[in-house]
């Protein structure tokens, strides 16, 4: 099955890009306490992320509760970081995630914006069905951290 011949978002649920959907107590309750980039992720750090960013979510459309979760960190134009993807787990395996994600390239990409960047630890999977490759020359890359334990390869 290529990403073409998916539906678009599963039956019974529906994307939003409207930052004034998100419940942020449920995301923040998500990220903080089972997204393994994210626990423990003070609530005001978490508030600010939200209204500094893309926000994006996936609904039950019979309830309107809130099921998913995506933030966009980008200039609009040129590039963008997705991060902090996470569906409740009452949903996982039904598509809604992939669909989420599609909903959010589709979105940048209408924007034109030309690169998106992702890290995870566990869904290679999920992004690579919608077009997203591991680095090309990812010795080209650097990062920079602050407040991080030092890491036992360093």
């Known amino acids: 099955m290529t990403d073409t011949d998916t539906p678009r978002f599963p039956d ?7 930052t004034a959907r998100i419940d942020v107590d449920r995301t923040h ?5 089972d997204a393994y980039w994210a626990l423990d992720r003070p609530r005001d750090k978490h ?26 960190v ?3 134009e040129l590039f963008a ?16 995630g992939t669909a989420l994600t599609r909903a959010v390239r589709d979105h ?7 690169r998106v960047l992702l890290a995870t630890n566990d869904a290679h999977g999920v992004y ?6 591991p680095l090309e020359k990812p010795d080209q890359w650097m990062a920079l951290w602050f407040d991080q334990p030092k890491r036992a390869d360093a």
């Open 128 to 133: 690579a069905k919608l077009g997203f490759e």
């Open 47 to 72: 508030e600010r992320a939200v209204a500094n960013s893309l926000n994006f979510g996936a609904y039950d459309r019979s309830s309107g509760e809130q099921v998913g979760y995506a933030r966009v």
């Open 12 to 18: 019974g649920y529906e994307f939003s890009a409207d």
């Open 108 to 114: 940048l990409a209408a924007l034109g914006v030309r």
């Open 29 to 33: 309750r998500w990220l903080a306490t």
């Open 81 to 96: 970081w997705l991060c902090d993807v996470y569906v409740d787990r009452s949903v996982r395996g039904k598509g809604v």
């Open 74 to 76: 980008t200039d609009g």
